[in-house]
């Protein structure tokens, strides 16, 4: 069972830049391909990026060419470098890997806004 903690969000004017970090917890971490989502209060999760073990990576056309997903097995640790950052770009940000994640993290707050 993996947990993931995730961290490095805050507020960024439009065109801005943020680094997301997501720690892993638990076993087999760098075995799994994994996602990042995000959800706007009273809205679904939203998938944005998918990652594989050996870090193939693939976008939602929402972030694509603006959003960059990376990680480090050996450190237990996924990133998200978000660049030319939107308005709409504004969610909590999580981590996920589909039936192996039992409970959701704590998110990474971004906040869009001039």
């Known amino acids: 069972q993996l947990q993931f903690v995730e961290s490095g969000g805050g507020l960024v004017q439009p065109g801005g830049s943020l680094r997301l970090c997501c720690v892993a917890s638990g076993r087999d971490f760098e075995i799994y391909d994994a996602l990042w989502c995000r959800q706007v209060p009273g809205n679904e999760r939203e998938w944005i990026a998918s990652?594989?073990?050996?870090?193939?990576?693939d976008y939602a056309d929402s972030v694509k060419g603006r959003f960059t997903a990376s990680r480090d097995n050996a450190k237990k640790t996924m990133y998200l470098q978000m660049n030319s950052l939107k308005t709409e770009d504004t969610a909590v940000y999580y981590c996920h890997v589909p039936g192996v994640t039992t409970t959701w993290g704590p998110g990474a707050q971004v906040a869009v806004s001039s």
């Open positions: 990652i594989s073990s050996f870090g193939a990576t």
